[in-house]
C-alpha cells in the first residue's frame, strides 16, 4: 500500500537557524498538504501544493513540491519559539476519500 | 465559530467498558474522518464517512464503530475497551474528499483505558 515518510523523524534547533523536513510517497501524488501541530494540540492546516515542481512562501515558511510530484519539502528560516511542533505531510490515498498521513517531524527551538 | 467539536476532552474507562465519542461540526462539510494518535505513530485513520448515512473502514478500524446518523455529527464507538485503544482520538471534517480538500480537526479526545 501506499506510504508516506518524513524525515528527520525529530530535529533540535537553536533559535535562528534554518529548519528542513523532507516528505516522501511511494505513489505520484495528486497534491500535497501540510499540517502543524502545536504540542497538547490538534493538526492544523498549513498548505497544499498542486503543480509539480510548485513552490509556495508563508512568511518564513518555503513549501517545494517535487517535479516527479513524489517528494516535498518544508523549509523554516531562522526559526523562531513559535515554530515548535509537528510538522505532518499528508497525500490522497489513491482510489479512496482519504489522506495518508506521514509520522511527522517533530521540531524544537531552543531560545 | 466553533469548526468541529469534540467530547469528551478527557475519559478513563476500565477494561471492557464500553463509550462512545462524539463530534460535531458545524460546516456543513459532507466527509468527516475519525483518526487516533500514537507516540510514534502519526494519524491513522480508524474510519470515515462520505456523507450522512455512510460510513467506511480506514486503517485501523478493529475494536471500533461509527454511525453518521446526521450529517452534522460523526460517533466513535468502543464496544469493550482494551488497553490498546488508549489513545487520542481526532475527528476531522473536510468538504469533500479524495484527498484534495483540506481537513479541519477538533481538539482532540484524550482517552485512556486501564
Known amino acids: 500500500g501506499q506510504q508516506v515518510m518524513q524525515i528527520p523523524q525529530y530535529q533540535h534547533v537553536q533559535e535562528g537557524e534554518d529548519f528542513t523536513t523532507y516528505c516522501n510517497s511511494s505513489t505520484t501524488l495528486s497534491n500535497i498538504q501540510w499540517y502543524k501541530q502545536r504540542p497538547g494540540g490538534h493538526p492544523v492546516f498549513l498548505i497544499q501544493l498542486v503543480k509539480s515542481g510548485e513552490v509556495k512562501k508563508q512568511k518564513r515558511l518555503t513549501f517545494q513540491f517535487g517535479e516527479a510530484k513524489k517528494n516535498s519539502s518544508l523549509h523554516i528560516t531562522a526559526t523562531q519559539t513559535t515554530d515548535v511542533g509537528t510538522y505532518f505531510c499528508?497525500?490522497?490515498?489513491?482510489?479512496?476519500?482519504?489522506?495518508?498521513f506521514g509520522k511527522g517531524t517533530m521540531l524544537l527551538v531552543s531560545p | 465559530n466553533a469548526g468541529v467539536t469534540q467530547t469528551p476532552k478527557f475519559r478513563v474507562l476500565k477494561t471492557g467498558q464500553s463509550m462512545t465519542l462524539l463530534c460535531a461540526q458545524d460546516m456543513n462539510h459532507e466527509y468527516m474522518y475519525w483518526y487516533r494518535q500514537d507516540p510514534g505513530m502519526g494519524l491513522r485513520l480508524i474510519h470515515y464517512?462520505?456523507?450522512?448515512?455512510?460510513?467506511a473502514k480506514g486503517e485501523v478500524p478493529d475494536g471500533y464503530n461509527v454511525s453518521r446518523l446526521k450529517k452534522q455529527n460523526f460517533l466513535l464507538g468502543l464496544e469493550s475497551a482494551a488497553p490498546s485503544q488508549t489513545s487520542v482520538y481526532f475527528c476531522a471534517s473536510s468538504v469533500r474528499g479524495q484527498g484534495n480538500q483540506p481537513q479541519h480537526f477538533g481538539d482532540g479526545t484524550r482517552l485512556s483505558i486501564l
Open positions: 499528508a497525500g490522497p490515498k489513491p482510489g479512496y476519500s482519504t489522506l495518508t
Open positions: 464517512s462520505v456523507g450522512e448515512g455512510t460510513t
